[in-house]
């Protein structure tokens, strides 16, 4: 792989972790329910959860825990916890409200005491503390300027460190906003600000990795660059990840920012609890315009459509693969770029019951959820779910992801991954169309081993739980390959 899309990674952290994230909200909409069983059954050691101040302290000095508890209980000590603390408050900020946006806190040392004494109810568990989330994207997800969101970081990172030295503290994530942004545009300033200011109050970076996976690479170098350029040398990580969605495909954008611009003619100042139940089902902007949407199913272009709910099912089912395939591309790029924790989005829908698909988030995110509910419990696994178990079963005990080059084929993805006290790993793919390469044949492709072998040969599975032909011959391994990632293991002895 080329050196510019490598990142900085650090001794800090031990290991290769692949997560999930439960969502935008733990507890905030109904009761904490159980979720960290379940993505651990999946093969994440890594979990990432969001609460607000609000939840936790509800009014000046009167603090809740049953969220906190409920969230502690259910780890087991092996995962790495990774929260997200929102300020957002009624009493506490300058938008009064319990979920978006969050905003700066009328007195620094009430927020200052607040994040001292969550981290010290979590001390020795909680391994990530984030000040909020994608900052740069002012009005939704933070309510404040650049300068006051560095005043609230290095707050955080103050009372973080006094709270448990050991914990480590994230900076709110760097989004879609900020990747794509021209050099001088307002999403690339507001973080050059931040890490210009507040360089010394944050311990890790955090990349928001959305779209084809084509873009990971570039992405994590912008990233890189921005930290070199301000002085920065910490750690990336990829807080959030998922693709398919909307945006990456061009043929679907003038339908999507027609429907964008009308959902949002009227949008409200802020998002509490119960101004969204308030609005639940009423004729809204944003109903109207994803509505007329929905009326034009029939003609809009199958890269839109799919995301619609209630798509024809073969279009459905093309999502799907497209979504594993993306998940285990994206997770094996970062890797190889040096990062050493990834999160993907999302594990499951915020609370039980139906979702109103006539929601910007739902036709932007509303498939992604890698579990869906039944009777009220989280149990049903959707086909990223396979992918995912498949690639974290792959990966278990891998020490280092290395892209290699397949000799004549350039359109060829190839990983070589080292695994402790197993065999070596090889995964596969070519560079396709994301939506029509699948009707591609495969082809195949000789790769030279880097280790002699007399062994039984190889077996080979890929990302959709297919069995690609694969063989040892003349010192090569060939192997058949597409779209779909293949993992290929060589049972050698040298």
């Known amino acids: 792989m080329s050196g510019s899309a490598a990142v900085t990674s650090s001794s800090d952290l031990p290991g290769i972790r692949l997560g999930v994230v439960r969502g935008i909200s733990y507890g905030l909409f109904g009761k904490p329910g159980e979720f960290v069983p379940q993505a651990r059954a999946l093969g994440a050691t890594l979990i990432r959860a969001y609460l607000y101040w609000g939840q936790i302290e509800p009014e000046p000095g009167r603090y809740e825990w049953d969220v906190i508890d409920a969230l502690m209980d259910q780890l087991s000590g092996d995962e790495e916890l990774w929260i997200t603390l929102c300020s957002s408050s009624p009493w506490a900020t300058r938008v009064p409200t319990d979920f978006l946006p969050p905003s700066p806190a009328h007195d620094p040392r009430a927020y200052g005491s607040f994040v001292r004494r969550v981290v010290r109810r979590c001390a020795g568990r909680v391994r990530y503390w984030q000040c909020d989330n994608e900052p740069s994207n002012t009005g939704l997800l933070w309510a404040g300027t650049a300068e006051e969101y560095v005043a609230q970081l290095t707050t955080m990172y103050a009372a973080v460190k006094e709270a448990d030295p050991a914990a480590a503290v994230v900076l709110g994530g760097c989004g879609y906003d900020v990747i794509h942004d021209e050099d001088d545009g307002p999403a690339r300033r507001f973080f050059a600000h931040v890490l210009e200011a507040g360089r010394d109050a944050f311990d890790l970076f955090d990349v928001h990795l959305y779209g084809d996976a084509r873009g990971v690479e570039a992405g994590l170098a912008t990233a890189g660059r921005l930290l070199r350029e301000h002085g920065c040398a910490q750690p990336v990580v990829v807080g959030e990840h998922g693709a398919p969605v909307p945006f990456q495909f061009p043929e679907a954008g003038a339908a999507l920012y027609e429907t964008f611009g009308a959902a949002f003619a009227d949008a409200p100042a802020t998002q509490s609890t119960a101004e969204l139940a308030e609005r639940a089902g009423r004729d809204t902007a944003e109903r109207r315009a994803v509505s ?70 739902a036709l932007m995110f509303g498939k992604l959820p890698l579990l869906d509910y039944s009777g009220g419990a989280l149990g049903v696994r959707r086909p990223a779910a396979d992918a995912f178990a498949l690639l974290a079963g792959q990966l278990d005990g891998v020490r280092r992801v290395t892209r290699v080059e397949v000799p004549g084929h350039p359109r060829v993805y190839a990983f070589e991954v080292d695994r402790a006290g197993r065999e070596r790993l090889l995964v596969l793919w070519e560079d396709r169309d994301v939506f029509d390469g699948e009707d591609e044949p495969p082809v195949t492709v000789a790769v030279p081993w880097p280790v002699p072998w007399d062994g039984p040969g190889a077996t080979a599975v890929d990302a959709l739980g297919g069995s690609p032909a694969v063989e040892v011959a003349d010192g090569r391994l060939l192997v058949e390959v597409s779209l779909t990632p293949v993992f290929v293991t060589v049972f050698a002895t040298a």
């Open 292 to 361: 007329a949407l929905y009326d034009r199913m029939p003609s809009l272009p199958p890269t839109l459509g799919m995301f619609l709910d209630g798509c024809p099912a073969d279009l459905e089912a093309k999502r799907h693969r497209i979504n594993a395939r993306q998940l285990v591309m994206t997770t094996l790029l970062a890797l190889a770029a040096g990062v050493r924790r990834t999160a993907y989005w999302n594990l499951a829908p915020e609370v039980p019951g139906p979702v109103d698909p006539r929601q910007i988030m």
